[in-house]
């Protein structure tokens, strides 16, 4: 393999060197070692036809026909190094509840939500020159493409694998990327043609990049986002250039929590639009044997119980259906979900809270943003008319400082033709308030807030996950989190039925565990929207009157007992807002209970306490009760090197067992039950000379148990069970650890 690939190297340096037009013979040669047929030749007469028409990249060979259509297209020349180590992409979710349509006076393009729906929006296309980044990943937003592939055309015998996930945003290419480190592989699709073209979520927190760090995928995250200053604020303001009414520390910056989230994890958040972490998690699970599919719908499915799950698929540029049998089918396909509909789950919904309109834009405000720092501004214009178009609008950060998202809020109860886009063009330009700073609409989309969670998440060997069961507004920055936690959960245990670890009835614990998480963002995120009016009502935007609405805002600057009130009463609001932009419990306090955990030798049910109990949206509180997140505590060895996270000790597709000094006979367990239940299960002691040394004695105030104790973890790394103290002899600790994990995995 590594000689073929040095001979199509050669040959596309000859075919960038001699241009576009010329080769036509070393292209057909290419065509033969890629499988490509010679109809997708571009070289040929007449206007180019994309590579990604007819290509399924599955493959590194693939990799360099990809980087050909990108040379040969914008005729650059790169070293070998630089090239994508993978180009399999997919469509992109709408994330927290989002359900994108595009106005039609973008143009009436018919296109694909990534879920497996038709939607109507303009792709992205994106002209400028890559800037390659390592790895491959490029900062400019080029969505991740392809097509029909010769190997997977229709025919009557379905296709077998082992998972079939509809669906490749962030919880379907997060799915995929967790179950390939377990050595599971399988199929996804998405009905669009790439992967996200719009930037729709963005806040990573720290529990989905612990999550991410799995795989090793946290680096690479944080590479492509954005940390510390980008993030400090959020803002309210009449314009980006003009005055200020408030700004609020956010995501970890306030210096009073900064410790609170150093504390709680070896992560910290990031922003990282949907747009790069999209094909980050394509790039992993494809280049660890998962296969990807666009250009492919989702058309119905047929569980045949222990045989499996038959599911009907479209390729969208035939028309030709087919089928492919798998053992597990996941609807991973957003808000509207085509599994979900016939899998007929009930829905816990209450009314939405209207619709939104994203703006995406390219404008530089560099100069604007160096006293203004923050990826989130609200912008909010009480003593001007209101405009049908935006009353209101949120002005937040995609690529600091030159690419933003104008979210706006069209007035409630107008019906008005759809606007141009000069209507859009100048409302964007009024809430930059510079009109010499050149603004370009790339793209403009509409969704709906929503309110929706489902009651259950599986039934039978059919599992829907992500914004297919919990929809919402975008606040507390929720959304791909959650998605990627609901992958995270459900991974391990689809991997150990499939080994032969676990019994299948393991699985029903993910609904059990995860569809409560779902309900409670849910919950949140909607209040946190709604704690926002208590902002506007203060700054004068519900009044209809303009003269009302200019007398309240002018009230804030009095002298007067009344200004002094409203005053009070806005910076109570600003303050409000803090269980938004600083919500590390909602984030982290997540407590699973039911048959995946054991929690029947704790003496008393958990319950959260101190600051946490107080205000568990606000504060996160460490414990190794069964059924919580393992804490994070900073080790090292005796003799001090890197330090490690206890969080890196678990996962990795493993149970993990934690003891200390006198807690020897566990370790032995360990090893018994690994041989009994044929498993991987690793052990470590963590105190004064053990295998790990509990450097600030935080450990020692985290554990739970005593030095000689024993705390088992699962793969996903939540406490399954936890015992006080090493028992009389080593069979004892077996017989006890054998009972737990035979009652956790059903065997």
């Known amino acids: 393999m590594q000689k073929k690939l040095s001979c199509v190297y050669m040959l596309s340096t000859r075919i960038i060197c001699k241009g576009f037009w010329a080769r036509r013979e070393v292209w057909l040669g290419l065509c033969n070692f890629g499988k490509i047929p010679p109809s997708a030749d571009p070289t040929g007469p007449g206007r180019p036809t994309p590579i990604r028409s007819y290509v399924m990249f599955t493959g590194a060979k693939h990799v360099i026909i990809l980087f050909l259509e990108s040379c040969c297209y914008e005729g650059a020349t790169r070293k070998m190094s630089s090239l994508p180590p993978t180009v399999n992409g997919n469509a992109g979710h709408s994330t927290n509840g989002e359900s994108e349509t595009s106005p039609p006076v973008v143009d009436n393009n018919t296109s694909h939500n990534g879920n497996g729906g038709l939607e109507t929006k303009t792709p992205v296309i994106n002209n400028s020159s890559p800037n390659d980044l390592p790895g491959g990943i490029s900062e400019t937003h080029h969505p991740v493409v392809n097509g029909s592939s010769p190997q997977e055309l229709p025919g009557d015998v379905p296709t077998k694998y082992d998972v079939l996930i509809i669906g490749t945003g962030p919880a379907g290419a997060s799915l995929a990327s967790f179950l390939t480190s377990h050595g599971i592989t399988g199929l996804m699709i998405s009905s669009a043609a790439t992967s996200a073209d719009t930037p729709r979520a963005h806040i990573t927190n720290i529990a989905a990049l612990e999550a991410l760090r799995d795989v090793g995928l946290d680096e690479e995250c944080v590479r492509l986002g954005s940390l510390g200053d980008c993030m400090m604020h959020t803002r309210w303001c009449h314009s980006m250039a003009g005055e200020e009414y408030a700004r609020i520390y956010s995501w970890g910056n306030d210096p009073q929590r900064k410790g609170d989230y150093e504390a709680a994890s070896p992560c910290a958040p990031c922003d990282l639009p949907q747009t790069l972490l999209e094909p980050a998690l394509?790039?992993?699970?494809?280049?660890?044997?998962?296969?990807?599919?666009?250009?492919?719908?989702?058309?119905?499915?047929?569980?045949?119980?222990?045989?499996?799950?038959?599911?009907?698929?479209?390729?969208?540029?035939?028309?030709?259906?087919?089928?492919?049998?798998?053992?597990?089918?996941?609807?991973?396909d957003g808000a509207r979900s085509r599994v979900m509909k016939q899998l007929a789950l009930p829905l816990i919904a209450k009314p939405g809270s209207g619709v939104a309109i994203n703006v995406l834009v390219k404008a530089d405000l560099s100069h604007l943003i160096e006293h203004r720092q923050g990826n989130l501004h609200w912008v909010m214009q009480p003593d001007r008319p209101h405009c049908d178009l935006g009353w209101m609008a949120i002005v937040r950060m995609v690529k600091p400082w030159t690419e933003w998202m104008f979210i706006l809020f069209p007035k409630p109860?107008?019906?008005?033709?759809?606007?141009?886009?000069?209507?859009?063009?100048?409302?964007?330009?009024?809430?930059?308030?510079?009109?010499?700073?050149?603004?370009?609409?790339?793209?403009?989309?509409?969704?709906?807030?929503?309110?929706?969670?489902?009651?259950?998440?599986?039934?039978?060997?059919?599992?829907?996950?992500?914004?297919?069961?919990?929809?919402?507004?975008?606040?507390?920055?929720?959304?791909?989190?959650?998605?990627?936690?609901?992958?995270?959960?459900l991974a391990w245990k689809i991997a150990y039925v499939l080994k032969g670890y676990a019994s299948p009835n393991l699985l029903s614990t993910y609904s059990v565990e995860r569809q409560p998480v779902g309900q409670s963002i849910i919950s949140r995120a909607n209040t946190s929207f709604h704690e926002h009016a208590r902002i506007w009502k203060v700054l004068g935007m519900f009044p209809e009157e303009l003269s009302d609405r200019v007398a309240m805002l002018n009230e804030l600057t009095a002298a007067t007992p009344e200004g002094q009130s409203r005053r009070k009463e806005l910076q109570a609001a600003i303050k409000?807002?803090?269980?938004?932009?600083?919500?590390?419990?909602?984030?982290?306090?997540?407590?699973?209970?039911?048959?995946?955990?054991?929690?029947?030798?704790?003496?008393?049910?958990?319950?959260?306490?101190?600051?946490?109990?107080?205000?568990?949206?606000?504060?996160?509180?460490?414990?190794?009760?069964?059924?919580?997140?393992?804490?994070?505590?900073?080790?090292?060895?005796?003799?001090?090197?890197?330090?490690?996270?206890?969080?890196?000790l678990a996962g990795k597709g493993k149970f993990t067992l934690l003891t200390g000094i006198g807690g020897g006979a566990w370790k032995l367990a360990a090893a018994a039950v690994e041989k009994e239940l044929n498993i991987e299960m690793n052990a470590y002691s963590i105190g004064f000379g053990q295998d790990w040394v509990d450097v600030y004695a935080d450990w020692d105030g985290l554990r739970g148990v005593n030095e000689s104790g024993a705390l088992l973890v699962r793969p996903d790394r939540f406490v399954a069970w936890r015992c006080n103290d090493v028992l009389s002899d080593e069979t004892a600790c077996v017989d006890k650890l054998v009972q737990v994990m035979r009652s956790i995995l059903k065997n």
């Not at 969704?447 to 507390?476: E, K, M």
């Open 413 to 489: 109860g107008v019906e008005r033709p759809e606007p141009s886009r000069e209507e859009y063009q100048a409302q964007v330009k009024n809430l930059i308030g510079d009109d010499s700073i050149p603004v370009e609409i790339v793209n403009i989309s509409r969704w709906t807030i929503n309110d929706i969670v489902a009651s259950q998440y599986s039934q039978d060997n059919v599992f829907c996950l992500g914004d297919a069961v919990h929809r919402h507004p975008p606040f507390n920055g929720l959304g791909s989190n959650t998605c990627i936690q609901d992958a995270f959960n």
């Open 282 to 332: 394509i790039r992993y699970a494809t280049t660890h044997g998962f296969k990807c599919r666009f250009d492919t719908s989702f058309v119905s499915y047929q569980d045949n119980g222990p045989s499996g799950v038959v599911t009907t698929l479209v390729d969208n540029l035939s028309g030709k259906e087919f089928k492919v049998q798998s053992k597990y089918l996941f609807g991973a």
């Open 576 to 648: 409000g807002t803090s269980h938004e932009f600083h919500g590390l419990g909602i984030e982290m306090n997540q407590f699973y209970s039911g048959p995946g955990i054991f929690a029947a030798d704790e003496p008393v049910p958990f319950a959260l306490e101190g600051r946490a109990a107080e205000d568990p949206v606000l504060h996160y509180m460490p414990s190794t009760y069964p059924g919580k997140r393992l804490p994070h505590v900073w080790l090292n060895k005796k003799c001090p090197g890197t330090p490690i996270s206890t969080v890196d």
